[in-house]
């Protein structure tokens, strides 16, 4: 199991990427769950954004963060 800490960005604007944004209620978890070795962490919170997941899995996704709503990317994939 590797963490891996995610870049934040600002908000994308609007249609120029893949935005994947949690719209229940806010709190610390996981909005991606998978059965791969990775996690993924939000870069300003650091809460745990996808669990289990798969490196390479998760490409070209802006990824909302449900506890403190920052923007995150992956770094170098
Ligand atoms: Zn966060």
Known sequence: MTDYSMEVIPKPKEGTAAV???SGEK???AVIKGEG???YICGACGN????NVNRGQIINLVIACPN????NILKGT
């Not at 745990?48 to 669990?51: P, S, T």
């Open 48 to 51: 745990v954004i996808c669990q």
């Open 20 to 22: 994947f944004s949690w």
């Open 68 to 71: 403190c709503g920052s923007y």
């Open 37 to 39: 070795n990775d996690n």
């Open 27 to 29: 709190g610390k978890f």
